[in-house]
């Protein structure tokens, strides 16, 4: 018999589909582990909420910041290089575009997720205007 405590931290199996805990996978995982939050949150704030505002066929979108994913390489080295004027917020996607089994993309799935990115421009660049110069 498996512990409950332990069995909400476990993928669900289906068939040959896992399913992973909803708590732990966000849909849109935000990487920011190396941005200067002090001078750029106002950038993460707006486009995190401008991407969670945006409906889509199945719903809203499930946007958390640094949960499964922090960022990588490239964003670090942009943050380090330029610290005053470099921004990369590094997205990551949960597979619900696609099936992974034969990499076979949902149109409409990735349709919706294009619409929803590009309604996050204006409320990002607001942001970025309101920086004060380095």
Same mark, same amino acid.
């Given at each position: ?14 068939? #040959? ?36 505002? #945006? ?80």
């Amino acid at each position: 018999m498996l512990h409950v405590g332990l069995a909400k931290h476990l993928p669900l199996t289906f068939g #040959q589909t896992v399913v992973a805990p909803e708590a732990d996978n966000p849909e849109v995982n935000v990487g920011t582990g190396s941005l200067n939050s002090e001078r750029f949150g106002g950038i993460v704030t707006a486009f995190m909420g401008a991407l969670q505002a #945006q409906r889509v066929p199945w719903g809203t979108l499930d946007v958390r910041e640094n949960v499964r994913f922090f960022g990588g390489n490239l964003a670090q080295w942009v943050h380090e290089n330029y610290p005053e004027t470099g921004t990369v917020l590094a997205l990551e996607f949960k597979k619900t575009f696609m099936d992974e089994w034969n990499g076979i993309p949902d149109e409409e799935h990735l349709r919706a997720l294009n619409a929803a990115l590009r309604e996050t421009v204006p409320a990002t660049l607001a942001a970025l205007d309101k920086l004060e110069a380095p």
